[in-house]
């Protein structure tokens, strides 16, 4: 397999536009409704595959309905799931995300099933055989943080698997932990709340540079609509998001992520395969949902 996804599955339901939370027992009619495969892992996941990267996601779900729900829309989009473990007794990750008009997504979220995922549940070929393997969400996977799995990561960077990693959360205290990754990733993808918890900087810039000190090849700094900040051992390079009409910015990152990574596959410098991501991330911010605007974005690969 080229890319392996490890982390976060989230089930997300999604409704748009919703200005305000409607009083007692009151209804407001909306345009929009979907249920989708989500989070750091399984998000990115779907994306690659819509890309045309062949991809499998590796992560825990409840044996619930809703994990029936997320392992068959993932599999129907082209992801091998076969790395996917059900948890009996527990419920698969799932978050409500009533859209505003402007795009801005607060959330309403149940951890679920992301929180018991070790170890003991990876294949460990599957990890050291692929072309790159995507952390996503290590800051809540908290049976991942474990020497021996990091032990795993270098065992597969030791063989010529890239690794990179993203963040799920905005939660200060969850930020320590998955900083002890950094010296085991080749590429660390944060946003700009996440890298100026991580960091404690100031700002963007000062935030990127330190944890680049940590270990990454590159740290690349999602900024919304304002691009991405890139830093390397060469310097600083900000990268311009694209001008367009903003639905949803549920999953950018995720998607930010997967063109990255598809531009990695392809042999891309990173500031290429951060344009790339820059574009996909753009389809996703123009519909509903984290595999929203993906239809025939395969021809994005072809176009840089």
Known sequence: ????????????????????????????????????????????????????????????????????????????????????????GEQTAASILPIRPDGGRPSFHVPGANLGLSLADLDRGRVTGARVVHLGGMDVTWGLHDPAFFALLAEARAAGTIITMDLLSNMPDLMQGARSFLPHVDYFLPNEEQALLMSGAADVERAALT???????????????????????????????????????????????????????????????AGLGTAVAARVAGGLGSDAGLDGASELRASG
């Open 1 to 88: 397999m080229t890319v392996v996804t490890l982390g976060v599955h989230i089930v997300d339901v999604l409704a748009r536009p919703v200005e305000s939370i409607p009083a007692g027992q009151d209804t407001h009619l909306l345009e929009q409704i979907r249920i989708t495969a989500a989070g750091a892992a399984a998000g990115t996941a779907v994306t690659l595959a819509r890309i045309g990267v062949p991809v499998a996601s590796v992560g825990a779900v409840g044996d619930d309905e809703l994990g029936d729900f997320l392992v068959m829309i993932m599999e129907r989009r082209g992801v091998d799931v076969t790395g996917i473990v059900r948890k009996g």
């Open 211 to 273: 944890l680049l000190e940590e270990g990454p090849r590159a740290v690349l700094v999602t900024l919304g609509g304002e691009g991405s900040l890139i830093a390397t051992a060469s310097g600083i390079t900000r990268v311009p998001a694209l001008d367009v009409p903003v639905v949803d910015t549920t999953g950018c990152g995720d998607a930010y992520c997967a063109g990255f990574i598809a531009g990695l596959v392809d042999g891309r410098e990173v500031l290429a395969a």
